[in-house]
């Protein structure tokens, strides 16, 4: 006790449960008590924990420091890397996760989940970045990826190939914000690109995708609607305002979905919130 002369090491290892670790190291220290007590030596060895005799057992001896080989290789020169090098290398590396994650949660308010998903991969990471340099809206590329192309992404490694290019992506993002395709359609749109380089404006137009916003076909879809259902506007407007979803319903159905539900929302809401109009 209190001496500055280290003991002879033995090292314990191959323990798998921390409880076997806490009963290798009791046994040890009583094995090793017991030696010294009657003038034997502890011999420099590995050794592992039988639980079954609770005792530890020699698996290898090493004698000597060089068993561990704590020597240089003569093969092996030394390495020097220049401090140019080292900031040059520094200076080429991505952002790392750390950094993105206060960039993605302090500057961009994305929620944890849609971080989460980004930085699942440094390729996701990357297009995310793409689109964004490209003038694409955070929230809205965040929430795509995190919903419809993260899971058609292959991996390779550090390596990612991506279902859509970081320019189509954006594209389909400004058609949603525009009001000229509605998040369906641009879902039905991205199955569509998947794997190809086609314009998404151009192959919109081939599937006859494209959300009407113009309110005039809208609102006459909607009286023609109102006028049909006289029952259900009388029973929205004795207090069963859930109704709201079956007269959207009815227009999406009139218009073959095109209709901007937003613009069909309000539409209906000044129709039916107004006694006298039709009913």
């Known amino acids: 006790m209190g001496s500055e002369i280290l003991g002879t090491r033995v090292e314990l290892k191959n323990l798998n449960s921390f409880r076997f670790v806490e009963r290798a190291v009791k046994v040890e220290v009583e094995r090793q008590k017991a030696l010294l007590a009657r003038g034997d030596r502890v011999v420099q060895e590995t050794r592992g924990y039988d639980e079954t005799t609770d005792s530890t057992v020699p698996l290898r001896s090493k004698e000597e420091a060089h068993d561990y080989r704590y020597f240089p290789d003569p093969d092996l020169p030394v390495l020097r890397a220049p401090a140019a090098l080292v900031e040059a290398v520094r200076a080429a590396l991505p952002p790392l ?22 930085l699942q991969h440094p390729g996701l990471a990357a297009f995310f970045a793409a689109c964004l340099a490209l003038g694409a809206e955070p929230q809205a590329t965040a929430n795509f990826i ?29 058609m949603i914000a ?76 009139a218009t073959q979905k095109r209709a901007n539900p937003e613009v069909a929302n309000r539409l209906l809401r000044e129709l039916l919130d107004t006694p006298g109009e039709p009913s």
């Open 146 to 174: 995190a919903s419809d192309i993260v899971r058609d992404v292959q991996y390779t490694g550090l390596s990612a190939r991506l279902p859509l290019q970081p320019g189509q992506l954006t594209e389909v993002l400004a």
């Open 97 to 118: 996760p750390d950094a993105l994650r206060a960039t993605y949660t302090k500057e961009l308010a994305l929620a944890p989940d849609r971080v989460a998903v980004l």
């Open 178 to 253: 525009s009001g000229s395709l509605s998040l369906a359609q641009a879902k039905t749109l991205y199955v569509a690109l998947r794997g190809t380089d086609r314009a998404p404006g151009e192959l919109a137009s081939e599937l006859g995708l494209s959300q009407l916003s113009d309110e005039g076909p809208i609102r006459a879809a909607v009286e023609e609607v109102v006028t049909a259902h006289a029952s259900q506007v009388a029973a929205y407007r004795s207090g069963k305002t859930a109704l709201l979803g079956f007269f959207v319903g009815k227009v999406m159905a």
